[in-house]
């Protein structure tokens, strides 16, 4: 059997392991029963910083802007008490998703992925899901601001007007540095404005931006442009540090994609094959059929060898390359049994990188198959060498006035520091913030700009592919959207920003399609749906050339020695925008389950010979960062994660972590996130960390099940004989529970989960879950309901990874319920798991006799207690509960809603109609529920389905969850 192990130290000693965790267990419990009262209060007032400062503002603004539509429903139908749900996107941090915002009473409470979108489809991602808490974040400017000091719109026009006309008449430049921009009305916003003041320029800047793509193919197709990568199209995946199911580019719509490919529910259904080359271990990476650790500067040279074969294999001259260090034979005969179906993608922004993958995909015919270059992606189109020549003007007094929005450099840039002080010495700067930042303290003015879901705005994520963003909420504070802003010091004439949005989409989408023909109904359409695809906007594919191809392979050098440094976006935090969000810090990393702090993730080979274990200190080129020895890590390279080190972000984000921005370069006018030569020194010093993967124990117990795609094929039930053994030698003395009207039950599905957590954070916005904070989370209290646990197996310094979402079983004989002596856990005659909040005296005989250990227990009073000033315990922060279920009770309000609607309607249930947070917003498709009494339902037919087990079948808990055998396609 397959030894799983789910930390180094397990790896090394299980037995020694076991009995440290126990010790560990005991310190905590002990630990807990002597905190005295307000000893942790530093902590918790840290962690959730939003107070009762805006109440008085809150109370005013208790309804949406009636110009709002909800999705789907007239809003006369409107009653209070009712949740209404409206289309809306989010873009931030280069992230983009199509939304509905749940609505209850006016304020925004949760955020779901919008089905009807062709891009998202759907899903969401943990930060998507945690969003809705940036809303109610007290670190959000309430005024705007001159110099630091509270103001007034009537001042800030009046001089900001004066001024800029001023720089207008003496010819000084002034720059509007944002973000991407998808927005085709606020384009025409800022364009307006650029030509009523010619002497002004538009830069978009991305903190970690897609430049070596839009460079290279600038030269392969003469345009700089993101192709459309169709995963879900691809036999074979070959990615070159791409974390494409985590961080990179499109996720959510990669992920689909790559899931939708990967599903094996049928006799026929075929599998790719995903080759991954990293250094760090990525959510990507774990999910690899074959993976292979890499340093950085090694990925050129495999490329450009990857490349050779090809060329090689086909009779075509080759190139002189570096010789690679990895035998690349079985990955190009897999490529060209799939032309045209294979996709190679890599993450480096090295444009010479960039530019040998399109000459593989060229060779490989995959340009118009699975590498679309006509519908584009739009999200990333900041271009790193346009800022570094706008930092040059900006020190030289080129540049006399700079207007921000959506970007931090101070925080973001390894100039930082540098362009701090030439901020503050410019005759005008402006931030656009929408909460306190780096940037914004260095600025004369701040503007303060509302949250998305305060504002109207439109987005254009591809090409072709539109949606809209409309506000679910009144401003809470007195902010105004930077487009009106702008038309108001250009002196352009607009009544407001959702005039402009509804214009352009009357004026300029209404012709590209044929449903309607009024403009008014096809503006109240989109705006009910979310969505529009343009039917008339049809590119041809775009020829590549082989321009800039040879000049990129001869610039390719060996790989170097010594240490090399990666530096990635977490899952959680990104680039940081989202810093001061406890929703995000409290969520454990996907791979090294820590919260609360960045890490330097070290080599297991190069720990054991150093005696470095986790949770000892070393520095990184003079940074101290603490260490999580991580099984995968390439050889001479450390990962450590980007987004954090927030210097200005609010209570909750400031100084959680190391600023790792600074050690990033520049080379060849692009952003480098990796760096060579890096000086490593072991300290003396140790960092606790709130690590949550060791909590529990598998006790050796066969929790984690798989197999190959090829045993699958010849025997569907690969890999789950277990199953047939414990069904053959079940004995009970007691009959089976019936249950005669529903019986809730859900699937996951192994194979496609990611391990992305983003069901995590779904799951704790829907039922209230609170925040506990870093103390709270080393002792073993972290709260959430849904547990993602992570195992390897086979080699530590190349293991295999496998991601279990946990959650509540319903176990139709749950060892939870018959042990409480108060019978404050009763079963529900639809089978689930409840409990009686007003009965629970406290034993937690529940939580010691589940064997699943997702009983949670509240340690503390986190609600009106001064102790835990999280959301919960101010009146701002407690507009994000969802009303429809108490504090802390079981979200069963969806089963109740959906129940009501059909006795309503006169009408059953349908199949998939009622789904839980965490189904609706998972973007692998990954998890199913329904009512296991229909036959025909989806959850049925998934829990027959020969890959299905159920967790610890042999204590006969008849759990209602299964999951589904994890297949992976490794090279036969």
Known sequence: ?????????????????????????????????????????????????????????????????????????????????????????????????????????????????????????????????????????????????????????????????????????????????????????????????????????????????????????????????????????????????????????????????????????????????HYQFESGMTITGSNADVRIPVKPSEEGVLVASLYNEILKSKGLATFQVPASSVDLSGLVADLLENEGKSLVVSGSNDVNIQLIVNGINNLLGNFGNTVLTAKTLNTHQGIDAEFETLISEIKNKTVAGLLCWGVNPVYNHPAGQEIKQAVEGLELSVSFAERIDETAAACHWVCPAPNYLEAWDDAEPKTGSYSLAQPAISKLFDSRQVQESLLKWGGLEAPDFYTTVRNYWIESLFSQQTEFTDGKLFWNHSLQRGTFESAILKEAELNYTQSGL??????????????????????????????????????????????????????????????????????????????????????????????????????????????????????????????????????????????????????????????????????????????????????????????????????????????????????????????????????????????????????????????????????????????????ATPHSDEGLNQIAYNRCVGTKYCINNCPYKVRRFNWFKYVNNDEFDFASNSELGRLVLNPDVTIRSRGVQRIQEKKTEAKVAGRKIEDGEVQPACVQSCPASALVFGDMNNPESKISKYLKNERNYHLLEELHTLPSVGYLVKVRNKKA
């Open 1 to 273: 059997m397959t030894k799983y192990w789910r930390s180094i130290e397990e790896f090394k000693d299980p037995v020694l392991f076991q009995n440290t965790e126990i010790k560990l267990e005991v310190n905590a419990k002990r630990e807990l029963m002597q905190q005295q009262s307000g000893s942790s209060r530093r902590d918790f007032l840290k962690t959730f910083g939003f107070s009762v400062a805006a109440a008085a503002v809150v109370a005013s603004c208790s309804k949406p802007v009636n110009k709002a539509i909800p999705f789907l429903i007239k809003p006369e139908e409107i009653t209070p008490g009712q949740a209404n749900y409206y289309a809306s996107s989010y873009f931030e941090g280069n992230e983009y998703c199509s939304i509905l915002v749940k609505v209850r009473d006016g304020r925004p409470i949760k955020v779901e992925g919008n089905n009807l979108s062709p891009v998202s489809q759907q899903g969401t991602s943990a930060r998507v899901q945690a969003s809705i808490l940036n809303l109610y974040d007290d670190a959000r400017f309430k005024t705007p601001l001159k110099r630091g000091e509270p103001t007034n719109w009537q001042e800030v026009d009046g001089y900001i007007t004066n001024k800029l006309g001023q720089l207008k008449r003496e010819n000084k430049k002034v720059v509007l540095l944002t973000s991407t921009i998808i927005s085709p009305s606020t384009k025409s916003v800022i364009n307006r404005f650029l030509t009523e003041n010619p002497n002004a320029e538009w830069l978009q800047y991305d903190a970690v931006s897609a430049s070596g793509i839009l460079k290279a193919n600038q030269l392969s197709f003469g345009k700089a442009f993101v192709p459309d990568y169709r995963f879900e199209k691809a036999k074979v995946i070959v990615s070159f540090g791409a974390d494409f199911l985590g961080t990179w580019l499109s996720n959510v719509e990669y992920t689909k994609g790559y899931s939708e490919g990967r599903k094996l529910l049928g006799a026929g259904d075929q599998m790719s094959r």
């Open 550 to 823: 040879s000049d990129a392979i001869i610039q390719i050098k060996p790989s170097s020695d010594g240490w090399e440094i990666v530096l990635y976006e977490s899952v959680a935090l990104s680039n940081g925008n989202a810093g001061n969000n406890p929703w995000l810090h409290e969520l454990p990393d996907p791979v090294a389950k820590v919260s609360w702090d960045n890490f330097a993730s070290v080599p297991v080979k190069w720990a054991g010979e150093n005696g470095i274990q986790n949770e000892s200190v070393i520095t990184v080129n003079g940074i101290e960062l603490p260490v999580v020895v991580q099984p995968g890590q390439a050889a001479g390279t450390i990962s450590v994660a980007l987004g954090y080190g927030r210097e200005i972000a609010g209570k909750v984000g400031e100084g959680v972590g190391k600023n790792m921005f600074p050690l990033s370069t520049i080379e060849n006018g692009t952003r480098k996130f990796w760096l060579s030569g890096a000086q490593v020194q072991k300290t003396s010093k140790t960092y606790q960390l709130a690590i949550s993967q060791t909590h529990h124990s598998m006790e050796g117990r066969p929790i984690v099940r798989e197999t190959s795609f090829n045993e699958w094929k010849l025997n569907p039930a690969a890999g789950n004989e277990l199953k047939e053994v414990h069904e053959k030698n079940k004995v009970t003395l007691y009959p089976e529970m019936e249950f005669k009207g529903h019986h809730w039950g859900m699937a996951v599905d192994l194979s496609s989960c990611t391990g992305c957590s983003n069901c995590s954070v779904s799951c704790q916005a829907e039922n209230n879950i609170p925040v506990i904070g870093r103390e709270q989370v080393r002792n073993r209290r972290i709260m959430h309901w849904i547990r993602i646990d992570r195992y390897y197996s086979n080699h530590a310094e190349n293991p295999e990874v496998f991601h279990q979402p946990v959650m509540c079983q319903h176990c139709d004989n749950a060892p939870c319920e018959n042990v409480c002596p108060v019978s």
